[in-house]
Nanobody, 126 residues
């Protein structure tokens, strides 16, 4: 059974940093485009970032550009999301998803992934 597991969330003050990790069982992340999504209370899930499988091209939502960095650790078969200069509006549960490719149109991130995990909670508050 394919399962993605997110970790690394926590509570930080505005301006702080966190590093999220996405690991998998049942598949090797190296062979997939990996996206990060987030869902804030009362809001729909939204795409944050994606890294392609072919050449490592990265995509970011406008709201996180310059603050978040997605990267692969192929040795550990994980994908990280480094989040710097966090803002209260970044508060959400963060999820990762696997697809054959990144499909991003403007700020819209499409995914066909349905086997969502528990996510990891990020809280940014003073």
């Amino acid at each position: 059974q394919v399962q993605l597991v997110e970790s690394g969330g926590g509570s930080v003050q505005p301006g702080g940093s966190l590093r999220l990790s996405c690991a998998a069982s049942g598949l090797t992340l190296d062979y997939y485009a990996i996206s990060w999504f987030r869902q804030a209370p009362g809001k729909e899930r939204e795409g944050v970032s994606c890294v392609s499988r072919e050449d490592g091209t990265t995509y970011y939502a406008d709201s996180v550009k310059g603050r978040f960095t997605i990267s692969r650790d192929n040795a550990e078969h994980t994908v990280h999301l480094q989040m710097n200069n966090l803002k209260p509006e970044d508060t959400a549960v963060y999820y990762c998803a696997a697809d054959l490719r990144c499909t991003v149109v403007g700020d819209y991130f499409h995914t066909g992934y349905v086997n969502w995990g528990q996510g990891t909670r990020v809280t940014v508050s003073s």
